[in-house]
């Protein structure tokens, strides 16, 4: 099937797309594996702060995907 | 992919989104300690996040996917999965918001009681669909 450009444009973006949500998901991850057992030793360190910024990332993860997938989820 | 799989797939897509973004939330508090009575969101992104979006994620791939019937209702009846798709969202908001109410007990008790009854409309509909080829 002959696919035109911006359709193929589109298709790269949503790609791209989906590789930043998989990014931003494992980050907020491994933030929250750093942040939970400092808070538990520092509660009054940046560690909160780490806790925060995972929970930031994690939501853009969840709103990255559902952008990637919307589209695809169409009758026919 | 059938209207009724769009609705409820995309509806799980939201609940998901809505589930994260209480999820975020309730982190966020557990680091920085702005508002105490945010922990009182935890029952609404629990339920949002398994019943809103993985439950009815489920149920929307499985009407999509089961076997189907030949004729011109190839999924069978689909009065009960439409009841099942309105129920269940109903089900979801009654227990999420429950807690902010002065009703919690009977929220959550109407809550559970449209979250089974969907449940089992969606089996009326599927049960018969799940069979072995040929069967």
């Known amino acids: 099937m002959d696919v035109s450009a911006p359709e193929?444009?589109?298709?790269?973006?949503?790609?791209?797309?989906?590789?930043?949500?998989?990014?931003l998901l494992n980050a907020g991850l491994l933030l929250r594996?750093?942040?939970?057992?400092?808070?538990?030793?520092?509660?009054?360190?940046?560690?909160?702060?780490?806790?925060?910024?995972?929970?930031?990332?994690?939501w853009l993860a969840g709103l990255g995907f559902v952008v990637t997938t919307w589209g695809r989820v169409k009758g026919r | 992919m059938p209207r009724l799989s769009v609705y409820l797939v995309r509806t799980a897509?939201?609940?998901l989104l809505v589930g994260f973004g209480l999820g975020g939330l309730l982190l966020a508090n557990k680091g920085l300690s702005f508002w105490p009575a945010l922990w009182r969101l935890?029952?609404?992104?629990i339920e949002l996040l398994l019943v809103g979006?993985?439950?009815q994620l489920t149920l929307g791939v499985a009407y999509w996917i089961l076997p189907r019937f030949?004729?011109?209702?190839?999924?069978?009846?689909?009065?009960?999965?439409?009841?099942?798709?309105?129920l269940l969202n109903v089900g979801v908001i009654a227990l999420a918001l429950g807690p902010w109410?002065?009703?919690?007990?009977?929220?959550?008790?109407?809550?559970?009681g449209a979250e089974l009854a969907a449940v089992l409309?969606?089996?009326w509909n599927a049960w018969p669909r799940v069979k072995a080829a040929g069967g």
């Not at chain 1, 939970?36 to 030793?41: G, H, I, N, R």
């Not at chain 1, 520092?42 to 994690?58: D, K, N, R």
Request: aromatic share 8%; glycine share 14%.
């Open chain 1, 8 to 23: 193929r444009r589109k298709e790269r973006s949503i790609v791209g797309l989906g590789w930043v949500t998989y990014g």
């Open chain 1, 33 to 58: 594996l750093l942040g939970e057992p400092l808070l538990a030793v520092s509660p009054s360190g940046a560690a909160g702060g780490l806790l925060a910024l995972s929970a930031l990332l994690q």
């Open chain 2, 13 to 15: 897509l939201l609940h």
């Open chain 2, 42 to 45: 935890r029952p609404a992104h």
């Open chain 2, 53 to 55: 979006w993985t439950v």
């Open chain 2, 70 to 86: 030949r004729g011109d209702r190839p999924r069978g009846d689909r009065r009960p999965v439409w009841a099942a798709y309105m």
């Open chain 2, 101 to 112: 109410t002065a009703r919690a007990g009977e929220l959550a008790l109407a809550g559970r």
């Open chain 2, 121 to 123: 409309l969606f089996a």
